[in-house]
């Protein structure tokens, strides 16, 4: 069964820095390119960030690119975001890029003063 459980967020203020995890399983993280996803209140849902496999490469939505990071270790994917800015508020989820209909509960971020 596969399952995605994010953790992480929280309220901080603009500039401030968050990471996320995502623990995942019921499938080989290692075979997938893995996500991170958000969704702002009155939105679609967004890609941001993408690590395939198996060199490791990322691409990052242009929102976010220099300022977030994502990386996973065993079945736990990362999401390091620095320079947080208002408009990154969302609820952030982790998933396969191609997505499982399977989704998290995600994790809210808030960015405000």
């Known amino acids: 069964q596969v399952q995605f459980v994010e953790s992480g967020g929280g309220l901080v203020q603009p500039g401030g820095s968050l990471r996320l995890s995502c623990a995942a399983s019921?499938?080989?993280?290692?075979?997938?390119?893995m996500s991170w996803y958000r969704q702002a209140p009155g939105k679609e849902r967004e890609l941001v960030a993408t690590?395939?496999?198996?060199?490791?490469s990322t691409n990052y939505a242009d929102s976010v690119k220099g300022r977030f990071t994502i990386s996973r270790v065993l079945n736990t994917v990362y999401l390091q975001m620095n320079s947080l800015k208002p408009e990154d508020t969302a609820v952030y989820y982790c998933?396969?890029?191609?997505?499982?209909?399977?989704w998290g509960q995600g994790t809210q971020v808030t960015v405000s003063s």
């Open positions: 998933n396969t890029r191609t997505p499982f209909d399977s």
């Open positions: 690590l395939t496999p198996p060199g490791g």
């Open positions: 019921g499938f080989t993280l290692s075979f997938y390119g």
